[in-house]
């Protein structure tokens, strides 16, 4: 079975437990304004031009019968609304400043690297981890990926957002090591505007999930947590008493960082300036959690 990859990262850490290979699939039916993965929201393959890289050489302008490329002050700059998306450029580019956001791949294909790490994951109780963009965007793929893991004894992790099938995803979360599930904000108006989808989709998955007792002990809620956004107490005051009357215990916290607003500008996506949550609110907001049963981990504090 074919989908299209954003990317491969082996020696994961911060996807799971232990040393996992996360596989990054490409397309995101929401649009957070402080994504940290833009090049991935995008269904297909697209061109991802990261200036500092060039080296001003020329190559990319001898293929690009779109004239999307001119030269400039800082190197080559490309023009975006002229841009075909051939990919010529690309194949002329040794300094990697223009690549392909996107790779058509099989399951074997995507198999074959997760599979040269099996010895890790069996010491450190790690795995492979499926994220995105957002898995559901692929379900048939991630879930043929899923089973050909399992026939090799590998464990697997699910990251979504849970905006899809949600039948797919109780099938999937069923078979999975752990399912981190995002949680971008509980009130719909404001997820619409974070996200520019509302939040229904999102909320009925969740409670579909929680009525397995299994699966409901296998959830990981994560909330990115952004100053002036999502951060306010009433807000997670809400998001805590969800979590209490479905019966969720594991919470992880994670606070805003940047990573992703080079990425955006490489990608010709807009990334709006925001701050992470002060430590010490931080864990004022944990406080909130662990008052209604759950466990609670920080990630990022302080960055």
């Known amino acids: 079975m074919k989908g299209i990859v954003g990317g491969i990262q082996k020696f994961s850490t911060e996807d799971g437990p232990g040393i996992r290979t996360t596989v990054f699939l490409k397309g995101c039916p929401l649009e957070c304004k402080w994504c940290h993965n833009p090049e991935l929201i995008h269904f297909g393959a697209n061109l991802y031009h990261n200036p500092t890289h060039c080296i001003g050489c020329g190559a990319c302008l001898t293929v690009c019968e779109a004239q999307a ?3 400039g002050k800082n190197g080559i700059e490309l023009i975006r609304e002229k841009c075909k998306g051939c990919f010529a450029c690309t194949k002329m580019c040794y300094a990697g400043a223009l690549t392909v956001a996107g790779k058509e791949m099989t399951t074997d294909e995507v198999m074959k690297i997760v599979l040269q790490d099996k010895g890790y994951y069996e ?11 957002e898995l559901l965007s692929q379900a048939e793929f991630a879930r043929d990926l ?10 697997v992790i ?10 797919r995803l109780l099938e999937m979360a069923k078979d999975a090591q752990h399912i981190l599930y995002d949680m971008k904000h509980i009130e719909r108006e404001k997820h619409i505007a974070c996200t520019g989808r509302p939040n229904d989709i999102i909320l009925k998955n ?6 397995d007792e299994t699966v ?14 999502n951060d306010g107490e009433s807000t997670i005051q809400k998001t805590s008493a969800l979590y209490k009357e479905l019966g969720i215990r594991h919470v992880n916290l994670i606070a805003y960082h940047e ?16 701050e992470a949550p002060s430590a010490e609110h931080l864990k004022k907001l944990k406080s909130i959690f662990e008052a ?6 920080i990630i990022g504090e302080g960055v």
């Open 69 to 71: 490329l001119q030269i």
């Open 292 to 297: 209604d049963g759950a466990e609670v981990e």
């Open 259 to 274: 990573l992703g607003k080079v990425k955006a500008a490489c990608v010709g996506r807009e990334h709006h300036d925001f």
């Open 216 to 229: 409901r002990e296998r959830l990981i809620m994560r909330m990115p947590l952004i100053a002036g956004v």
């Open 206 to 211: 969740l409670r579909l999930l929680s009525q």
């Open 158 to 167: 699910l990251d979504t957002c849970g905006y899809g099938d949600g039948t």
């Open 146 to 155: 899923q089973l050909k893991a399992k026939e090799n004894g590998i464990q």
């Open 123 to 133: 010491k450190t109780n790690g795995g492979l981890t499926i994220s995105g963009g």
